[in-house]
């Protein structure tokens, strides 16, 4: 299994949906210019209206490469204005190594489109229904150390 970090990005009101896309966009390519870059910003107004629609407040944005997976959650309202639960420092790996690929939540009725949309712009990134968790259960078994106690057999020992 490998490692997961997350980060929490302040979006609607705090700074609108757009701008919500290009903080996560300067997290994945660590403020560097190049193919990356190119490719995350051709899908902007994608992403920003995934944004809009909140799925990514319960539902990750799941960046998988070669090294640490990366999920990014968004908060709305008050929370966003208030911020004390975003955390949007930088991360201390390269999100986009090697074989990159991103995966944004959706909602179903939004699906289909959303797809089709990400399709004509980049194969590295897709769309999945939002109720969906991509690894998300992986994960916390993982920072649970994935074992499991049988207490049953534990109290006959």
Not at 39 to 51: D, N, P, Q, R, Y
Not at 57 to 64: F, G, L, M
Not at 77 to 105: N, R, T
């Amino acid at each position: 299994m490998s490692t997961v970090a997350s980060r929490v990005v302040r979006s609607s009101p705090h700074r609108n949906t757009s701008d919500t896309w290009a903080v996560i966009v300067n997290l994945l390519t660590q403020g560097k210019d190049g193919d990356a870059r190119t490719e995350l910003l051709s899908v902007s107004g994608i992403a920003s209206a995934v944004i809009a629609e909140r799925a990514p407040k319960d539902s990750a944005i799941v960046v998988t490469c070669d090294g640490p997976r990366t999920r990014f959650y968004c908060l709305y309202d008050e929370a966003a204005i208030e911020g004390g639960d975003s955390k949007e420092d930088d991360l201390g790996y390269e999100p986009l190594k090697g074989q990159w690929a991103i995966s944004l939540p959706c909602p179903e009725d939004d699906l289909a489109w959303v797809q089709r949309a990400l399709k004509a712009k980049s194969s590295r990134i897709t769309a999945r229904d939002m109720t969906q968790k991509l690894g998300e259960e992986e994960a916390s078994k993982a920072a649970s150390g994935g074992l499991t106690l049988n207490v049953d057999k534990f109290l006959k020992s």
